[in-house]
């Protein structure tokens, strides 16, 4: 096995990775490649159920989100915990992505499309922007934060971006074989989709589907991919 990190996924809270990029996780992970995980949020403000204290859910979904990536055979995550619904566009959040980016030196990156139209919940639109600063220029300059030199980091090339949830996809990853193991993954995040009920999976299968008009294959997830200059 090639010991190089070939994707990582910068998921603004557990559960949204599993919904933009599972299939394609799975589908790597298949062809041994190594996916990291990063969940930059500790999701401690979703849900209804009153009688959940914050830190309680936080530690549920910390659990749920591990299941999930062993189902999918995800290397390592990694759990930055900032408080759900509080990123912000700023010099730490910044500098952690920079260092998980030149630690693991992935060939590609995957987000959330920051540029989503209308109502996008601003723990995306701010994970998706942070993390393209991050990638380019910031984990590329040596100049960037010199601390992460100093903890023995060197500059990386970021090769690919992907984003999920885009209004323009132009990149398009065939899960027609993982969709189920997907779907495995979802069910491990009990606390936000209970069992994924029917008209869940038949919602998904469908925009799936759309995803992979006029491909050969069935059923895809969909990106915008940013190739980055050599
Ligand atoms: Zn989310």
């Not at 990582?8 to 041994?32: K, N, W």
């Not at 971006?161 to 398009?172: A, H, I, K, L, Q």
Request: with cysteine.
């Amino acid at each position: 096995m090639d010991d190089g990190v070939y994707l990582m996924v910068i998921s603004p809270h557990p559960d949204d990775c599993e919904f933009g990029v599972a299939g394609t996780v799975a589908r790597l992970t298949r062809e041994v490649k190594n996916v990291v995980y990063v969940i930059c949020t500790n999701g401690n403000k979703g849900t209804s159920d009153r009688s959940l204290t914050p830190e309680k859910l936080a530690e549920i979904r910390e659990r749920e989100q591990l299941d999930a990536a062993k189902v999918l055979g995800v290397k390592e995550t990694i759990f930055l915990k900032y408080p759900d619904q509080e990123l912000e566009d700023c010099h730490h959040f910044r500098r952690d992505l920079v260092r998980v980016i030149r630690k693991y030196k992935p060939f590609a990156v995957a987000t959330t499309d920051p540029y989503r139209k209308y109502m996008w919940h601003r723990d995306h639109r701010i994970t998706g922007i942070v993390a393209a600063d991050a990638v380019f220029p910031c984990a590329r300059d040596h100049l960037a934060y010199p601390e992460l030199l100093e903890e023995g980091l060197e500059p990386h090339k970021v090769r690919e971006m992907w984003f999920w949830g885009s209004d323009e996809p132009n990149f398009r990853q065939d899960i027609t074989d993982t969709f189920d193991i997907k779907l495995q993954a979802l069910r491990c995040h009990k606390s936000q989709v209970g069992d994924v009920p029917p008209e869940m999976v038949n919602r998904m299968k469908g925009f799936a589907k759309m995803n992979a008009r006029g491909e050969k294959f069935e059923l895809a997830e969909a990106f915008h991919c940013v190739e980055m200059r050599r």
